[in-house]
């Protein structure tokens, strides 16, 4: 029998229509130029991974995609027709498009069972409950085995990679519509490392023919992992479009403009801790066979482990006993960044300024009334510190690529006085160029004194802490000192089965 592989491969040479082509392509958005002139062609059941930093034009590709934006200029070929002036979301929907967005589109008070009813509405009548629970339960047990979320309540209750997981099922599953093209925008940024293995497993099968994909995503492993081809975008141009197998790191790095990534050694690995300075936090373990957490100042302190295993629960507890405390002299300031912007983070009401100024209020007003000029010289100031790339200060927060969201709340963490940082995940979705900004912000940060206490679901990340803490089923269950950390301790730790 012949591989998959190889029918798509001749898929692109033998005189079949595209599934997909752009032609110069342009999107702009005022004066300000999103895409420019771009072009591509997607064969199917071709796999062609995107990167770019945040504001490359990502995001809009995405969405003029999935017909939810109008181009300004240029074409959309739809299986050999023209479709630009009616290519609207309902028409893609028709025509089998599906999207995976970084920020979650499942409404957050419904179960996975109401979600997968929602984009097949072919799931009617007596029993729809029990098809539409067949439909993603077989899903999920296909892309993600061994994982089985709770599909019966709502999705704001489950954990954010369990909602990740139903996200990425619920965009393969097919009814009475079948899925030709489906657009992954940073798919495993929620998902543990386990999970995000299965999912590249999963792109990767050549087994069985499959819909076309794009593949958005900044971890660089799984976009060279799964495509056939990879196009790079810079300031919504397209300057590189090649062969996967004819790629690699330090070449897509290059050319996004990105600088080398930055190594353990040159970073985080901070100050060794000094004895004769007390530590900032002790939190004893919550059950006799648990491990104490200590932080000391000037510390990168890492929690490690499956996802959803208590980590950002425990960086909320730690947030909460700092608020709690009453006396001056035993309070620790505490700043808290999220991982999930949309849900725990920005204000998407509010400008950029006043989502990066809302921690600090009261220092701007010393009298119970904020000084306008110094917020927005605060706003403006950590801007320019962390490259901020936004129109005004005063433009509305959901006007920023995601990346530069995240990078105003860990400006809205840094600008407060606490000593104490709190960090959910947050590189989440956020490009090569950016991460290093952040990287060596903290870096800079930690010699001042100033201790980050990082939850991160990336094993690179946790290599650049000083000491990294494994969480299982809620509880720490071991330590290692970054020097010590390896993938496979880790795992062993995390799998172990409980006492």
Known sequence: MQ???????????????????????????????????????????????????????????????????????????????????????????????????????????????????????????FGWRRKAAELIDRKLSEIFPGNHPDLGVPIERLPIGQRQMIEVARAFTETEATARLVVLDEPTSSLSSQASELLIAFLQDNSQPRPSTVLISHKLRDILGTSDRIIVLKDGTKILDEPARLLERDRLVSAMGATTAVSQADTLVAQARTATKPAVVRDAGRSPDEIDLVAYPGEIVGFGGLAGHGQSERLVSLFAESRRRKSASSRIAAAFVAGDRQVDGVFSAWSVKRNLTASSLAG???????????????????????????????????????????????????????????????????????????????????????????????????????????????????????????EEAVLQLAFRPRR
Request: charged share 25%; with cysteine.
């Open 364 to 486: 701007l007003a010393p009298r119970g009334l904020i000084r306008s000029g110094g917020e927005r010289r605060m706003a403006e100031d950590w801007c320019g510190q962390l490259s901020i790339r936004c129109a005004s200060i005063d433009a509305p927060i959901l006007s920023l690529s995601g990346g530069n969201q995240q990078k105003i709340l860990f400006a809205r963490a840094l600008a407060t006085p606490a000593s104490l940082l709190l960090m959910d995940d947050p590189t989440r979705g956020v490009d090569i160029a950016t991460k290093q900004d952040i990287y060596r912000r903290i870096r800079r940060e930690t010699l001042s004194g100033r201790t980050f206490i990082w939850y991160s679901t990336e094993f690179d990340e946790l290599r650049l802490c000083d000491r990294v803490y494994i969480f299982h089923e809620g509880r720490i269950v071991g330590s290692f000192d970054s020097v010590d950390l390896t």
């Open 3 to 125: 591989d998959w592989g190889d029918l798509r491969e001749a898929g692109q040479h033998d005189g079949s229509l595209p599934i997909c082509e752009l032609r110069a392509l342009g999107k702009r958005f005022d004066n300000v130029v999103a895409l420019d002139s771009i072009d591509i062609t997607l064969a199917v059941g071709e796999r062609l991974g995107i990167v770019g930093h945040n504001g490359a034009g990502k995001s809009t590709l995405i969405n003029v995609l999935n017909g939810s934006v109008r181009p300004s200029g240029g074409s959309i070929i739809w299986q050999g027709t023209d479709v630009t002036d009616g290519w609207t979301a309902s028409r893609a929907r028709r025509e089998g498009v599906r999207c995976i967005f970084q920020e979650l589109a499942l409404v957050p008070n419904l179960t996975a069972i109401e979600n997968t009813r929602l984009v097949h509405p072919s799931l009617r009548g």
